[in-house]
């Protein structure tokens, strides 16, 4: 059974930096595109980045490009979200996904697995 599980979430001030992880199960999603997302409250869940199977391709939301990064360690098989310069608009719950496909996705509907969430707030 493929596992996702998101960490590193929590408060920080305006200006700020995180960084988020995502622990994946190396046998299926590690030759998987993955893509972090983002919901706030009452809003639809959006695309933040991607990127593809060897870590060389990297796609963003106009939103965060020049802000965050995303990184992948296949040795350790985890994904990372490197935030940062944060903005009280940044305040969300990310998700980490996987998506069966060579490149990058934007699209929600295109990413087979899902982690549970980790909550990130941004205070002004």
């Known amino acids: 059974q493929v596992q996702l599980v998101e960490s590193g979430g929590g408060l920080v001030q305006a200006g700020g930096s995180l960084r988020l992880s995502c622990a994946h199960s190396?046998?299926?999603?590690?030759?998987?595109?993955m893509g972090w997302f983002r919901q706030a409250p009452g809003k639809e869940r959006n695309f933040v980045a991607s990127?593809?199977?060897?870590?060389?391709?990297?796609l963003y939301a106009d939103s965060v490009k020049g802000r965050f990064t995303i990184s992948r360690n296949k040795a350790e098989n985890t994904v990372y979200l490197q935030m940062t310069s944060l903005k009280p608009d940044d305040t969300a719950v990310y998700y980490c996904?996987?998506?069966?496909?060579?490149?990058?996705?934007?699209?929600?509907?295109?990413?087979?697995?899902w982690g549970q969430g980790t909550q990130v707030t941004v205070s002004s």
């Open positions: 190396a046998r299926t999603v590690g030759t998987s595109t």
């Open positions: 990127i593809n199977w060897s870590g060389s391709i990297t």
């Open positions: 996904a996987a998506a069966p496909y060579v490149d990058p996705r934007r699209t929600a509907s295109e990413y087979a697995f």
